[in-house]
């Protein structure tokens, strides 16, 4: 017999197991003689009041064994003979195309420009360490994109683009815990992302699938309004029936490759600013009300913050992105002369500092100075400010810096606090360093957010840019039900990059509707 219970907790009832289930038994109401198999099923934290507490969804099973949560014992076809499929990209929308490709009986060959998660560690090192980086192989370009190595975060809004219960069984059949399956807000963490990538890498080329690393694409082969194929860069010519193209949002090549083979594109608004890093007790005694430290149950607190701004009579929104509890802060540049910063977190989320990206709505009418540029003017804008950021910063990986109410107030600051930035900070006057729309929005908006959040706008907090790589700032057009370019047969454009994603689950589920389509035009198998 089974039933289902709604609970409202606290955290150490919640979070403490053996109090736990000794709860949730005396709740459940069998017989006390009877063998209960507890089984969490949604869980979410509410800290809107000033006792926090955990809602939680849990069944129960008495005298039968419950239901296995995920088919563990998948078996995909062997494609090695069948049809090609060409998928340009290695992230999450390219895995999981890949992966359904598999599914439908197609053969897919996925080129990834960068390295294997293992070799790109060392280039990671170099980056962070040397200041080196490497235009293939960094935070953003390698086996499974730049989802490999952030946070991990699970949560997408996204549902009516593909199944979400389905990404994440994928997910933890391939290394991820089954807490996924029970957390409102899911994450895997940059520690544990790793081994899961290569899980996937292995169950694509058991199936007999192809991935090729250090292979990228410099050209497109075309028959009039029909893409055959593609080049890399030693001069191979990779033909398939369709190409899925899902090169993550940073892969300027491939939009000036568009641009010069005159494929159709448009500039796209994206979002620009700043990380902001706090001291992740602070955030947690603001979050969860508490005077001292959240105590051992609750987890590190995050946060979500938004404010709108009115500058020369336009309204934009600041609001705070891809925030990260625990974590710490990294070097994101795809390219020498440039600073791009990132954030991401281990599993546990225990380290010193919290940190998130505070950004400024960019839309195309804010860039009037660069239409020459056409459809790459959103991507032009935003590298010019990299580039402004890597000059102010003394031309290397130490990104420009200042303490919070010093940015607000049009301060220098004086001294740094530490950080969990490993390539090191300067003290910058971050106005001179950003766009002027941008800087000004960002001071009207930080005092309005701590209207929300008492304490967070202090001087024990500090402003790192630039944050950039919010959102690709070019979109490749697709037809809505098809998923097709509307200009060239067989190409379809796919996840982040494409301007149709932003995360991994959406990126994921993006990277198998693409595979479905495309084989169900083209190759016409029975959909799986």
């Not at 507490?53 to 008495?62: D, G, S, W």
């Not at 005077?291 to 938004?306: E, K, M, Q, T």
Request: proline share 6%; hydrophobic share 40%.
């Amino acid at each position: 017999m089974r039933k289902e219970l709604h609970l409202v907790l606290r955290p150490e009832e919640a979070y403490d197991e053996p109090i736990f289930h000794q709860l949730v038994a005396g709740k459940a109401g069998f017989a006390s003689s009877e063998e209960l198999v507890i089984r969490q099923v949604r869980r979410s934290i509410d800290a809107r009041s000033r006792q926090v507490k955990v809602n939680v969804t849990v069944e129960v099973f008495a005298g039968e064994p419950p239901p296995a949560r995920i088919n563990a014992g998948k078996t995909y076809p062997n494609v090695r003979n069948s049809d090609p499929l060409i998928i340009v990209g290695a992230g999450p929308a390219g895995l999981f195309a890949a992966l359904r490709a598999i599914e439908l009986g197609v053969k897919p060959i996925v080129l990834e420009r960068g390295k294997d998660v293992r070799s790109r560690r060392r280039d990671l090192a170099a980056l962070n360490r040397r200041h080196l980086v490497d235009p293939d192989s960094n935070y953003c370009f390698g086996e499974g994109g730049a989802g490999t190595y952030s946070d991990g975060k699970l949560y997408t809004r996204s549902k009516k683009r593909g199944d979400i219960r389905r990404v994440m069984e994928i997910l933890v059949s391939h290394g991820a815990k089954e807490d996924i399956l029970v957390d409102a807000h899911p994450h895997i963490g940059t520690n544990k992302l790793p081994a899961l990538v290569e899980n996937l890498r292995e169950q694509i080329l058991q199936a007999g699938g192809e991935i090729h690393f250090e292979t990228k694409v410099v050209d497109l082969i075309l028959a009039g309004d029909r893409i055959q194929g593609v080049v890399t860069q030693a001069g191979a010519r990779v033909l398939g029936m369709g190409v899925i193209l899902a090169t993550g949002h940073s892969a300027r090549d491939i939009f000036y490759l568009l641009a010069r083979n005159k494929v159709y594109l448009e500039a796209k608004p994206f979002a620009l600013g700043v990380r902001i890093e706090h001291d992740q007790q602070l955030i947690d005694r603001i979050q969860y009300h508490c005077p001292i430290d959240r105590g051992r149950f609750l987890p590190p607190a995050s946060y979500s913050l938004v404010q709108q701004t009115v500058l020369d009579g336009k309204q934009r929104g600041v609001f705070s992105f891809c925030m990260c509890p625990g974590g710490f802060i990294v070097p994101a540049a795809t390219a020498p002369g440039e600073i791009v910063v990132n954030g991401m977190s281990p599993s546990r989320r225990d380290g010193k500092f919290a940190n998130s990206g505070m950004v400024v709505a960019v839309e195309l009418e804010d860039l009037n100075g660069y239409r020459q540029h056409g459809p790459l003017a959103a991507m032009v804008f935003q590298q010019e400010v990299e580039q402004a950021a890597w000059a102010a910063a003394g031309k290397s990986q130490a990104a420009p810096a200042q303490r919070l109410i010093d940015f607000v107030q049009k301060k220098e600051s004086s001294e740094l606090l530490k950080t969990s930035y490993q390539p090191g900070l300067t003290s910058s006057d971050l106005h001179a360093v950003l766009p002027e729309f941008i800087a000004k929005r960002l001071a009207l908006a930080l005092p309005g957010m701590d209207q929300k959040m008492k304490g967070y706008v202090t001087n024990e907090a500090q402003l790192i840019g630039v944050e950039s790589r919010t959102s690709s700032p070019v979109r490749i057009p697709r037809d809505k039900e098809s998923l097709e370019h509307p200009q060239i047969q067989r190409l379809y454009p796919c996840g982040e990059g494409a301007g149709y994603a932003g995360g991994i689950v959406s990126a994921a589920m993006d990277g198998e509707r693409c595979a479905e389509r495309l084989i169900s035009k083209y190759s016409r198998p029975r959909l799986a």
